[in-house]
């Protein structure tokens, strides 16, 4: 245990600006290494050596420091407070040289004060951490008494913390909007309305995770274009893309949530009526609106990145799974179409179908905050899973 040294006596460190930018340093310092183990930070051996023109102290701390180095004079010591790295060297090395004596001991919560007790002034020919960060090296060579006098050092701004991967952004697509009300229940719920309601309940969650950035297609009842869906998330550079519906089938007896992902060539009957009955929503956009024709998207198609394919294929997973726990699923939950709003290239696209408008249990049930709630809730956590088994997840630039 090392002994609480008695404060040195003699001129109190200075304070200021330097000061400051230095607790302010150490205050970055320590955040992060309450997370650490103890013993990363520390200082775990100190030697001291002499050559013809130097006395060289090595303290060997195994990451940065942040440490404040300065003199006193009476007797002439050299003060090296190290802050957040406790002294875990054993009995200081024995002086040589100008270095009488070497003490060290924690001097108040968090700092360990080394002290370098002298026969003769010095200056400070170096007080820096080694380039990979794995020492703290002070080399003195002897020098006039008013040039001791003046020696105070702080460390070297702190190699900075790699930054925190930047949260990515989930973009929510409510279908529909504006003039085109997507499906009609029976009665008269329209789909736009409770796809909106849900996405918007699905962001509030997300956001509350504090893990991602969410952006909307739309947040109010507005017409927008297909493409422009796909280009919203594009240059966004989103990590995702959600399409959220709740279309209507010619066959009211089919009821049930369902998770779609793009192909060329849809993978059932159903799924082909869908993505036709979405892609129609176009037909909406006027005729300022350029349209993917299909020799467009043929090229986008087969500009689609087998990650892209992935990625939405493994959403796709995690949705139906998530979904699944909550609420009834249509049979093969997981299904393949040619939506246009599925085509960016380049960010993993998902639609998912909350429900069908054509069922009437299904209409009642997304009338409903408490159940759209459960249905945002399960798609919050498919992007959680999602997301931590994304190598690595896209983050926008
Ligand atoms: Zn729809």
């Known amino acids: 245990m090392p002994l609480r040294l008695p404060a040195v006596r003699g001129a109190p460190p200075r304070r200021g600006p330097r000061r400051r930018a230095f607790l302010v340093a150490a205050a970055a310092l320590l955040a992060p290494a309450l997370t650490r183990p103890l013993a990363a930070r520390a200082i775990g051996s100190a030697s001291l050596a002499q050559d013809e023109s130097a006395v060289r102290l090595t303290l060997a701390v195994a990451e940065p420091v942040v440490f404040r180095l300065f003199t006193l004079d009476n007797p002439l010591r050299l003060v090296i407070d190290i802050e957040g790295a406790p002294w875990r060297a054993g009995a200081p090395p024995a002086g040589v040289g100008p270095v009488t004596r070497i003490r060290a001991a924690l001097n108040r919560p968090g700092v360990t004060r080394v002290v370098l007790d002298l026969s003769e002034p010095v200056t400070v020919r170096r007080a820096a951490l ?9 080399e003195l060579a002897p020098a006039p008494r008013a040039v001791f006098l003046r020696e105070e050092r702080a460390s070297d701004p702190l190699p900075r913390p790699p930054t925190p991967p930047e949260r990515p952004l989930i973009v929510l697509d409510p279908g529909h909007g504006g003039r085109d009300p997507g499906a009609i229940g029976a009665s008269g719920t329209q789909e736009k309305r409770v796809a909106l309601a849900a996405a918007l309940e699905l962001r509030r969650i997300l956001e509350a995770s504090g893990r991602y950035r969410v952006a909307m297609t739309r947040t109010r009842d507005v017409f927008v274009p297909l493409a422009e869906r796909v280009r919203f998330a594009q240059t966004r550079n ?7 519906h709740a279309d209507a089938l010619d066959d009211a007896s089919v009821r049930g949530a369902s998770v779609y992902t793009l192909a060329e060539h849809a993978s059932d009957a159903i799924a082909e009526r869908i993505a036709r009955n979405e892609n129609r929503a176009d037909r909406f956009a006027g005729p300022s609106f350029t349209g993917v024709t299909p020799e467009v998207a043929r090229i986008l198609i087969s500009l689609v990145r087998r990650e892209t394919l992935n990625g939405s294929a493994r959403m796709a997973r995690h949705a139906v799974a998530s979904l699944r726990r909550e609420v009834t699923m249509l049979p093969n939950s997981h299904r393949f179409a040619g939506f246009v709003v599925l085509k960016a290239p380049d960010v993993p696209s998902v639609l998912i179908e909350m429900g069908f408008m054509s069922s009437r249990a299904d209409e009642a049930l997304l009338r409903r905050a408490d159940h759209r709630r459960k249905l945002a809730a399960a798609m919050a956590e498919a992007v959680q899973r999602y997301a931590e ?6 983050a926008a630039g």
């Open 238 to 244: 989103a990590a995702l893309f959600l399409s959220i």
């Open 130 to 138: 080694e380039p990979d960060g794995s020492a703290l090296v002070v």
């Open 389 to 394: 088994e994304a190598v690595p997840v896209r």
